[in-house]
């Protein structure tokens, strides 16, 4: 996928083959960005979870729920983002992911208003990140760029 649009071959020959195409390019006109607003600021640090997609080196996929008090999640610039990860279940199957292979997909949903946030980048791991000692009961932090 290049910077120039939201949308591979793939998207494109499903596009034309349900007639979306002219549909998909009004939402990538009006959504697509490549950095956050302060509305996505204000959306992302009130939010409680997200869902986080990541996937091993060879393509298998992996989705996991990280969740948190609001505010969790931190927004340290107009591309940038933070969150500590928690003690879980201990598998680190999304984590353990982002270990070897960083590109990260990240899903924000208000499901009152509805509303939803995606967000892909890189994603780095830290167990010292100064960020870390803010952010009480935090085991690691993750950094997306």
């Not at 509805?114 to 791991?125: N, V």
Request: glycine share 10%.
């Amino acid at each position: 996928m290049s910077d120039d649009s939201a949308y591979h071959d793939g998207h494109r020959r499903l596009q034309d083959h349900f007639d979306s195409r002219r549909v998909a390019d009004r939402l990538e006109q009006h959504t697509y960005r490549t950095a956050l607003t302060d509305g996505d600021r204000a959306f992302v640090e009130g939010a409680d979870m997200f869902f986080l997609a990541t996937a091993d080196p060879g393509g298998n996929p992996d989705c996991s729920y990280k969740g948190g008090d609001p505010g969790f999640v931190r927004v340290l610039s107009a591309t940038e983002l933070a969150w500590p990860d928690y003690d879980g279940n201990g598998q680190f199957r999304s984590l353990g992911n982002v270990a070897v292979h960083a590109p990260v997909a990240l899903l924000f949903i208000d499901w009152a208003r509805p509303r939803r946030l995606r967000i892909h980048g890189r994603a780095q791991l830290s167990f010292d990140d100064p960020l870390l000692a803010e952010m009480p009961g935090g085991q690691l932090l993750v950094r997306v760029t």
